[in-house]
């Protein structure tokens, strides 16, 4: 299968996973990436000492797709503390481990959270969701969650305190409008697992699954312009001739004939301070509830040290939608910062900022998994990526991975 020409365009983890699986047939695929570098949209840059993933991202320890690729420990991963930091108004409080343990709400003040009945429910729902298959859980009836959350009963305290700032930093709008489907995924998910990172960054993920390609050649700083039939045309006029192609990236944007067929991705900002220390001093994601501009932040140090250099602190702030420029931007949350944590603004150095245009995909039928046939495109064009599924790491994986059966499958079928 060897002399079998495979392009793959774009190195993110679709492509990756894509590759490997590709590898493990006995093949040897190109990868062909606009960037100098492989993760797409995981990537960390070092910046004066501090390393800065592109966007707030973490890694769910239950992810099965996770599982079958990674080998945690040598990520070292570090793990948050379940639950979360709320800062309502001046005060704040700690909602510990709601989902893992729904039960050590009883010795909070729950009312400040929700009422006593809220605190039944989400553990009911826990268990629910643990005895369905995720499959199960994408084929349910879709509603937007936040229909979903009123229609289980949930009171509109624990809707507006924690559900809507927890979930809207994960699903990146602000009006819970994305699929049940989804919310259930990801609450089955962290009910089980733990939200981590590793420990140098979430740019190790793609790192390592590169690092198991033997036979695979990434050519780096090769955008490809349009995929046409079997041929690529890159940007500088080179064409190349494959007997397989799988398209990594979103589709629209290297095959014109695709174009207006997928939904704008949603948008995020995502702003690194270095700061003398953390005021939150535990590995747990602050929540902003109310008319804010800060939806989440968390100081990266606290999490894992190797973020920072020496005696320093590193703080992530995601921000979901603003009209800000950003000397502005960078003004205006520094002065939300000083009113949650009593330190001067001005402590708070801005390192960088990341507009992040492509976050997370926007799909209308959330789907756990999809047959290979279903990603091919044209005869010999197959497509991977995780607006196919749903936005999260272990739907890139599922989809590089299926997309690579649907390839493997196409040379069987012709050669019988």
Known sequence: ?????????????????????????????????????????????????????????????????????LDFSALQLKNFDPGAIIFE?????????????????????????????????????????????????????SLPTHEYLKNYGFSDAIISNFFTPFFRGIFLEKNLETSSRMFEFVFKMFSQGYAAVPAKGMGQIPEMIKNQL???????????????????????????????????VQPDRVMKQLEGQFAPSRKVINLYFSAPKSFLGRPMIALLTGQRVINNLVFMDDVSKDYVPPGKSLLSVTVLDTDLGEKELIKTVQGELEAISGYKGELFKPLKTFVINHALPQVADLKFSIPFTECKVLDQVFLAGDYLLHGSINAAMTSGRIAAEAVIHSFRVRAY
């Open 89 to 141: 108004g001046k005060d704040s409080y700690i909602l510990t481990d709601p989902l893992r343990n729904p039960l050590k709400l009883v010795g909070m003040a729950v009312s400040r959270v929700g009422t006593f009945l809220d605190k039944v429910k989400v553990f009911t729902l826990t268990q629910e969701l643990k005895k369905k298959s995720n499959e199960e859980i994408f084929d349910e009836p």
């Open 1 to 69: 299968m060897s002399d079998k020409k495979i392009y793959i365009v774009g190195a993110g983890l679709s492509g990756l996973i894509a590759a490997l699986e590709l590898e493990k047939a006995g093949f040897e695929p190109v990868i062909l990436e606009a960037s100098d570098c492989v993760g797409g949209r995981m990537k960390t840059d070092e910046v004066d000492g501090f390393r800065l993933d592109h966007g707030f991202q973490v890694l769910n320890t239950a992810y099965p797709e996770a599982k079958r690729y």
């Open 214 to 248: 033997r036979k695979t050649e990434i050519q780096l700083n090769c955008p490809v312009s349009s995929v046409e039939g079997t041929h690529l045309v890159l940007s500088d006029g080179t064409q190349l001739v494959a007997d397989r192609i799988i398209v990594a």
